[in-house]
């Protein structure tokens, strides 16, 4: 049992290790690979903390839905986040009850709101987090969203308005590494 056991994180170390490589030899490729590090829970359920995801850039083909890499950038200096693309450009975008609303349809994307819904108001200062809208989204911009929709002062689009087109750098492939074994390779959507 500790042979299988030694085996497979010799085998599941390789493959990390073989994306790595592949990353590293493609990257002069026109739309070249690279593995990104989750700091935070903004993005839950779809990325956890601490987990290792694959990136492709330039992103391609803009699809509401998708997960997108972007330059950020403040006072404290320049930041890749990790978010998802709700919103194309003319698209009209409302929040109800958290649930993004775009074009007068309702989106299925994963999200959570794990603050309880009378503490919410306090939380939202600056207006309501949770109903807003409708707005139209600028020319040559999107709008992003964290899935974990109940935190202020991470970078989406309640916060920072409609983003550059310009600012996004890459689309998200797969989960590389996870502490949860099931999670290893998933494909992020």
């Known amino acids: 049992m500790n042979l299988a056991r030694a085996v497979t994180r010799a085998l599941r170390a390789a493959l990390v290790l073989s994306l790595l490589l592949l990353a590293v030899w493609t990257r002069g490729c026109t ?31 803009l699809r509401r839905g998708m997960l997108v890499l972007f330059r950020y950038e403040d006072e404290d200096g320049v930041f890749h ?7 194309l450009p003319g698209d009209t975008i409302a929040m109800r009850d958290g649930r993004a609303v775009v074009n007068g349809r309702d989106q ?16 939202a200062r600056t207006g309501d987090l949770y109903t807003w809208g409708p707005i139209v989204v ?52």
């Open 81 to 87: 986040v990790l978010r998802r693309l709700a919103a």
């Open 138 to 189: 600028a020319p040559d911009s999107v709008f992003v969203l964290a899935d974990t929709r109940d935190m202020i002062g991470w970078p989406d689009s309640r916060f920072l308005g409609s983003v550059p087109a310009t600012a996004l750098l890459a689309s998200v492939g797969r989960i590389v590494w996870s502490r949860d074994r099931g999670r290893l390779l998933r494909a992020l959507r």
């Open 31 to 61: 739309r070249w690979p690279a593995i990104y590090y989750m700091t935070g829970s903004s993005m839950e359920p779809t990325v956890r903390a601490q987990e290792y995801f694959t990136t492709t850039s330039p992103p391609g083909t």
């Open 108 to 123: 299925s994307w994963p999200f959570r709101i794990v603050v309880p819904a009378a503490s919410r108001s306090s939380l």
